[in-house]
């Protein structure tokens, strides 16, 4: 009797990495774990890559991702990256590998990419490993992002793997997983960074080449290779431009934008200590080892910018710095555009006079950072509130919610409740209906707060018990008001 083939192996695999050559990776070997069982599995991906997801057991996911059968070669890819403003050479995919690249429905190429897998040569003394918590909590953080239209990475299953592992920030012994992510690439800005650190510029080229060919069809339209790169810079720099207008409307902090954690395509990935901002706060920090505060929350579009400033040397080897310069010009209004966009959506309006938009974004936002609410609360609380008669009445706006604790408060609600009341004198008849239906469809019922999180894990590390992650994860996949 044969075994029935597992349709995750039989998936349309296209190595275009791997047909760049060894310059760009290292064959490695996956760890083998004491046991597998499946935590969570995303069947949308499996649906989105063609499969029918009710017919790939969780046999089959652990054979492809605990057990590692039947796939090869699995690539430790190579990188360096700024870390904290610092150039680290000694990086790399120290605990994860490309397991595949898969064309889609879609026609577009997905990486499948792994973290938690095990040793490669660039763990440098780290074991390789993923703790299950740190694998929970990047489900979650990609499933909010995703529901939240934010451009990211998802993942495809979380394996648990049976080791006891231990960390400074977790109570240890703690679980172990491998987590299997699916994204554009996994081609970061720190690639090419380490291409120039070992003076390649054909190697810069050649990898170039490849991002602009398979993620940047736009750009493939020149002939001229000047005209071709220089298209390419413009859109990354848009991409990332409204990739981080995203996470500001959505109250998310990466946490650690290092340029190894910057994909080439402008899409987000790789949640570690990763918050949703509770109390909107510009000084908020995610990761508690970033004691100077470098990627705190405010500090994100900047930080973005400088990373792909920073990028500039690299790709200068093949390019013209004078017509970069130009495209990151485009950054900050593509990006101050953007965010002013999706703030809007946030309050209910599609598009305001000019000038008006912009001040009712920024009255919001200082009212936010003065009265005693969270950045989500406010937003679930205006979507649940809302009513056309506020029109008439700018008194009942947000009042059962919104009290002002002192008179400068009391002045700053008061001014806000006119902005907002002013907002809505310039929508007549059905345009009004229109805000109730942009907040709902904005604005998530469910955001992944710390928490949140923790309420979650507790059930997990006491009792095994993961129903409440998976009715959390439920919850945001269904974000809004129906
Ligand atoms: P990250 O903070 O996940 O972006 O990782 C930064 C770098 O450290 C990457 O090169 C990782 O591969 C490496 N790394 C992180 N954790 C481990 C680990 N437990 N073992 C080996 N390498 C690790
Ligand atoms: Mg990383």
């Excluded at 703030?343 to 920024?362: C, N, W, Y």
Aim: glycine share 8%; charged share 20%; hydrophobic share 40%.
């Amino acid at each position: 009797m044969t075994a029935t083939p597992n349709p995750i192996l039989s998936l349309n695999y296209v190595p275009v990495l791997e047909s760049l050559g060894d310059d760009y990776y290292d064959v490695v070997a996956a760890a083998e774990f004491p046991e597998q069982v499946l935590r969570f599995r995303n069947d949308a991906i499996l649906q989105q890559l063609g499969l029918d997801s009710a017919a790939v057991s969780n046999d089959q996911l652990v054979a492809a991702f605990g057990k590692f059968q039947g796939r090869e070669p699995l690539l430790a890819l190579r990188y360096h990256g700024y870390q904290f403003g610092e150039y680290n050479p000694f990086l790399g995919d120290g605990r994860g590998f490309l397991y595949g690249q898969v064309r889609s429905e879609d026609g577009q190429i997905y990486d499948f990419g792994t973290k938690g897998s095990g040793t490669t040569p660039y763990s440098r003394g780290g074991d390789g490993r993923l703790t299950l918590k740190g694998g929970v909590r990047e489900v979650l953080a990609a499933e909010a992002l995703h529901a939240a239209g934010v451009r990211t990475s998802r993942t495809l299953c979380l394996v648990e793997t049976g080791e006891a592992l231990w960390r400074g920030d977790e109570p240890s012994p703690t679980r172990s997983s491998v987590m299997v992510r699916f994204s554009r690439s996994h081609i970061r800005f720190g690639t090419f960074e380490r291409l120039d650190y070992l003076n390649r510029p054909d190697l810069i080229q050649k990898l170039l080449e490849h991002v602009i060919d398979v993620y940047y069809p736009s750009a493939r339209l020149f002939t001229d290779p000047q005209e071709r790169y220089a298209q390419f810079y413009a859109e990354l720099v848009q991409r990332t431009a409204e990739l981080v207008a995203q996470w500001m409307a959505a109250g998310f902090c990466h946490g650690v934008l290092n340029t190894d954690n910057m994909s080439i395509t402008g899409e987000s990935f790789d949640y570690g200590p990763y918050a949703f901002i509770d109390r909107y706060d510009r000084k908020f920090t995610a990761a508690y080892f970033d004691y100077a505060r470098r990627y705190c929350f405010g500090n994100q579009p900047i930080i973005c910018q400088w990373n792909l400033k920073g990028l500039q040397k690299p790709l200068k080897q093949v390019m013209s710095e004078a017509t970069m310069e130009s495209a990151l010009a485009d950054y900050k209004p593509c990006y101050e555009q953007h965010y002013q966009q999706l703030m809007l959506r946030k309050l209910g309006f599609d598009s305001l006079p000019e000038g008006e938009g912009t001040e009712l974004v920024a009255q919001t936002l200082n009212l936010l950072e003065n009265v005693e609410i969270g950045y989500h609360e406010f937003f679930a609380g205006l979507t649940a509130q809302f009513s056309p008669d506020w029109q008439a009445n700018p008194e009942a706006i947000f009042s059962a919610t919104l009290q002002a604790s002192d008179a400068a408060a009391a002045a700053q609600l008061n001014d806000w409740r006119q902005t907002y009341h002013r907002a809505l004198l310039s929508l007549a008849g059905e345009a009004l209906e229109g805000v109730g239906d942009r907040l709902r469809h904005t604005n998530p019922q469910t955001v992944p707060l710390r928490p949140e999180i923790e309420a979650v894990w507790e059930p997990i590390t006491v009792e095994n018990d993961w129903q409440p992650f998976y009715d959390l994860v439920e919850n945001i996949r269904q974000p809004f008001w129906d």
